[in-house]
């Protein structure tokens, strides 16, 4: 991991704010130990050999995180430390995602980045513009997340996980809203700054289950494109009566987008070489409003245009990336992401963020790469842990690779 002190600036109180690291780093080596261990349960289980290995792997992802955090330590604000030893699973995931994205903020190659207790998150510059984000965790409720966890759902419950994450995610966003208004009238947004939300959708996904936040899929809506679309452009369900695209509405005022399913498996007919198949051409209602949970009033979409900020950005931010960057070699991994941008700034403002996937208000929407596992009826998570273990894990146990924490 890169050293900050080339890309941030220390605040006043610093001394005071980091009296508590070393209670607040002992706290957290015991709950990432925790969390750790129960999301690659599936390594522990596999041998005892992987098991021990896992072990040492774990110990590694816990230095890397702890360099992390004494890393960022400069730029968090003077509750972070208190807060993030709170037993409240929101409050916690919200403070450690933006150390998280802080680190993304490396990575993606941003410099000078600041940031004050009032204002936004992170203001940091590349490319000679100036960037601010606004880190924001949607946190539904405790029986949702329930449901969220559970690998089988009826139709009925999985429809309300579906409505509740995707009202979350607009609950958050005109929060963020409401703040940058805020921000911009108390100055703390620069002059031509490009202020981008980033919404980090960790407890929308199964919390014990590992993989989020390295190469497992983000957090999708009804339209199986990435919640944010769903929460920003309007998508919904895919309409699935107009496959050869002939059909006419039965409301003049319905809205439809273009859907582009890719095919991101190949199939392979009496043993001949894999086929990829063609992409598919679906389309999507665009909805113009949400309804809030009581159906009491609604949400606006289409947030993109506007109200004046640059993107939305949508990315798990989460403990488990420490898996891949604890060998030098897996640096490279990121999490996926998907980044919705105005139309005026979309070409800038991605010439600048990583992203996996990209969204904007003129273009046809593109689902991003699912699992294969899903067209099964599996959910990804033991699908990717045997992926992991053949390709990645299984060598490394019997080569005997080095491995490092990401601050060593």
């Not at 809205?255 to 679906?282: A, C, K, Y």
Request: charge should be negative; hydrophobic fraction near 35%; proline fraction near 5%.
């Amino acid at each position: 991991m890169p050293s900050n002190e080339t890309h941030s600036s220390a605040k006043p109180g610093t001394t005071k704010k980091n009296r508590t690291n070393d209670l607040c780093i002992a706290y957290l080596q015991t709950k990432w130990r925790d969390i750790l261990t129960k999301r690659f349960a599936y390594f522990f289980d596999k041998s005892p050999q992987s098991g021990q290995r896992m072990e040492q792997i774990i110990d590694c992802m816990i230095k890397g995180l702890e360099s992390l955090f004494l890393n960022f330590s400069n730029l968090k604000d003077t509750q972070f430390n208190t807060q993030v030893m709170l037993p409240d699973i929101g409050v916690y995931s919200q403070r450690i995602a933006e150390m998280l994205f802080y680190y993304r903020l490396l990575g993606m190659g941003f410099g000078d980045i600041k940031s004050k207790d009032a204002g936004p998150d992170f203001v940091a510059e590349k490319n000679g513009e100036t960037f601010c984000f606004e880190v924001v965790t949607p946190t539904p409720q405790d029986s949702i997340r329930e449901l969220i966890d559970q690998s089988k759902l009826t139709p009925e419950k999985r429809d309300l996980v579906f409505r509740e994450r995707l009202l979350s995610v607009t609950s958050a966003i005109k929060d963020k809203l409401k703040k940058f208004e805020a921000h911009k009238s108390a100055g703390h947004v620069p002059e031509g700054a490009h202020y981008i939300i980033v919404i980090n959708d960790s407890l929308l996904l199964p919390y014990d289950q590992p993989w989020y936040g390295v190469q497992a899929e983000l957090c999708f809506g009804d339209s199986t494109l990435p919640i944010a679309v769903d929460a920003t452009l309007g998508s919904g369900e895919i309409d699935f009566t107009d496959i050869l695209g002939e059909a006419l509405s039965n409301n003049d005022s319905d809205q439809f987008q273009n859907l582009v399913m890719r095919s991101n498996f190949g199939v392979s007919i009496n043993g001949g070489e894999p086929v990829t198949p063609e992409d598919s051409l679906l389309r999507v209602k665009i909805r113009k409003e949400i309804p809030s949970r009581k159906n009491t009033g609604t949400v606006l979409v289409d947030i993109a245009e506007s109200v004046g900020v640059a993107g939305i950005y949508q990315i798990t931010l989460r403990e488990d990336l420490m898996f891949y960057h604890s060998f030098e070699f897996g640096r490279s991994a990121m999490p996926a992401s998907a980044l919705i941008s105005s139309v005026k700034n979309k070409q800038l403002v991605r010439n600048s963020i990583f992203f996996t996937s990209t969204y904007a208000k003129d273009e046809d929407l593109v689902q991003p790469v699912m699992s294969p596992a899903r067209l099964f009826g599996f959910e990804p998570h033991d699908f990717n842990s045997e992926a992991v273990y053949n390709t990645f894990f299984k060598p490394v146990l019997e080569g005997g690779e080095l491995y490092r924490s990401p601050g060593s």
